[in-house]
């Protein structure tokens, strides 16, 4: 008995001949915006891969089947359920497909998945990381950890901005996980691209990034990157963030709810202009993943031909 992720069609012949392909998760569909606007978020973010170059790879649980390369109907589904969907990371996948659920994929979850099919690149808007406050209450997202044993490229706005980024930054570092930044010195904060930790380089070029997780893969085992893309048009929300972590704090929310809180609370107090820039980036993260994944097709294709 197997429980191997299927692969649609088009994902399955794009990693069978060498083309690009993109990891993109769930969550941000049942868990990161309100009014279904995670839906249009995770279209839009497959519009730019394809426009970009590469096949995208929506992963998700359905029905207890782990599935990489999601139909309209299924992407449907997880906007449907909204919070009711699990929200799974690598540590509740098994549980969801044992038990037959729904299960949207967390960045961690859905580089589970990467590493079990052999996905190199994923779009994203933020991932987990350190949780303010950590020395009271250790909370720390899981991401991190798949990330340090996942050999992708995970292009995102850095790490989302309800996190206490410094101690993320140095997380990363102890891991071995190199951190670029697409032209830019300093990690994003996810909303903002300015006043975040030096990254361990810049890059200006997608070839330039491909080739770096390249030698990365080839000289220091199996581990995986980080590449921040600042926003194109970010906000300093730092002050409504910082209050919306202590209400969700009050409220004893903790581990896995408390970035969908933190969120929705972050839209209301700044009267939506936080779901804008969070639906942009996503978008642009994934076009610039694509251009990796391509960039990293090409060499590969050349050394090979």
């Not at 692969?7 to 915006?33: I, K, P």
């Not at 839906?39 to 599935?67: F, N, W």
């Not at 589904?77 to 299960?103: H, N, T, Y």
């Not at 933020?126 to 949780?131: A, D, L, M, Q, S």
């Amino acid at each position: 008995m197997t429980f191997a992720p299927v692969l649609s069609d088009e994902v399955d012949q794009a990693l069978r001949s060498g083309t690009a392909v993109v990891a993109l998760e769930t969550t941000l569909v049942s868990h990161g915006f309100s009014a279904g606007r995670g839906l249009v978020a995770a279209r839009q973010a497959e519009q730019c891969v394809r426009a970009s170059g590469a096949v995208p790879a929506t992963v998700g649980i359905v029905d207890g089947v782990v599935r990489a390369g999601l139909r309209p109907a299924e992407l449907e589904r997880f906007a449907e359920a909204g919070a009711s969907a699990r929200k799974a990371g690598a540590r509740d996948i098994a549980a969801c497909v044992v038990q037959g659920g729904l299960g949207a994929t967390t960045v961690g979850g859905t580089l589970a998945v990467c590493r079990a099919v052999g996905i190199r690149f994923l779009g994203t808007g933020g991932i987990g990381g350190v949780h303010r406050g950590f020395g009271q209450r250790l909370d720390i997202s899981g991401d991190l950890l798949q990330i340090g044993r996942t050999a992708a490229v995970v292009v995102c706005s850095g790490a989302k901005s309800m996190l206490d980024v410094p101690a993320t930054a140095e997380l990363l570092e102890t891991l071995g996980i190199p951190v670029l930044g697409w032209q830019t010195p300093t990690l994003p904060l996810f909303y903002t691209g300015a006043g975040g930790p030096p990254v361990s380089a810049v890059v200006t070029s997608a070839a330039e990034a491909a080739r770096m997780a390249e030698v990365h893969w080839q000289l220091s085992g199996r581990s995986g990157l980080l590449l921040g893309r600042a926003p194109a048009d970010g906000l300093d929300l730092e002050a409504i963030v910082a209050q919306a972590v202590r209400t969700v704090a009050d409220q004893g929310i903790s581990g896995q709810g408390v970035t969908p809180a933190v969120l929705a609370l972050v839209e209301e107090l700044s009267d939506g202009r936080s779901v804008q820039v969070n639906q942009q980036l996503i978008a642009d993260n994934a076009a610039l993943a694509a251009e990796v994944a391509v960039a990293h097709a090409r060499a590969a294709s050349a050394a090979s031909g």
